[in-house]
C-alpha cells in the first residue's frame, strides 16, 4: 500500500459477500457476543472439545495471560501472545555484539526459552501445553518482497503456505515470535504505543516490527521493541470443564492439560 510516497506494509482483512440464505445460529451481535453462522462455527462442548477444532482469531487464556489463535498445524494449535507476558524480560531482539538479524542465533531465543523454563516452576500445567521443539520458518522479507518466495525455497503457484515444505531457513525452539505476513500479527488496538518483534528479518541489519500504529515496519536488532511469544500447544489441548468463554476478546476460552 502507498502512503505518503512510500510503500509499507500493513495487515489484510478480508471481505466477502454471503449467501443470502445464510441465517444465524446464535449470538447477538456485539462485540463480546459475535453472531454465530448457521453451520459455520460450532459451540465448543466443555471439558471435550479439542482447541485444535477451533479458528484462527478465537481467544483463550493461557498462563493468565490473553493470547490469540493463530493457525492449526498438523493438530497442533498455534497461539500468539496479545501482549508482552509481565515475566518475560526481554525487549531487544539481539543484544550481543554481532547484533543478529537470524533468531536462531539471537538473544531473544533465549530469553524466551529462559521464559519457557520458567514456566515449569511458576506454572507446570501451561508448560506442559507447549509442544516442544517446533519449527520456525525465517525467511527475510525485504522491501517490495514477495512474501512466499521469502518463506519458500521456490515458488510453486500450486502450493498453499502450509503445503510449501521447500522452506528458505528454520530453526528449532520451545518459543518463538510472529512472522511477518501472518494473520494477527497486527495489533488488536491501534495506538497502544507499543511495537512489537517478528522474527522475519528484514536486511543484514534490521528485522520486521509491528508497529504501535499497525504498520508492518523494521528496526535493528539492538532497539528494544515488545515481544510477544508464540507457541504450539498440544494436539490433546481442550477446552476446560470450567470454561465460562466464547473465545472473544473479553471472554476468552479456558484450556485444560486433559
Known sequence: LSNGGSTRGYGARPSINLQSAIQISGGSGIKSDPYILEGDIQEPVNGTTLLSTRYSGEYITFNNELYRIVDIENGLTKITAVDKPSSLSSNVFDSSDNKTTNFANASIKTDLETYYQGLKTTNETAYNMIEPSTTWYLGTVGS????????CASIDATKSMNDCEEKATST???IGLPRAGEMFTSQIT???????????PYSPSGVRIVSYDGDLSNNVSAIGNGARPSM????????????SGNG???HPYSLSLN
Open 190 to 200: 491501534r495506538g497502544t504505543k507499543a511495537n512489537f518483534w517478528t522474527l522475519t
Open 232 to 243: 504450539y500447544l498440544k494436539s490433546t489441548i481442550k477446552i476446560a470443564s470450567s470454561n
Open 144 to 151: 517490495g518482497e514477495n512474501y512466499k518466495a521469502s518463506i
Open 172 to 174: 528449532t525452539a520451545n
Open 248 to 250: 472473544t476478546y473479553e
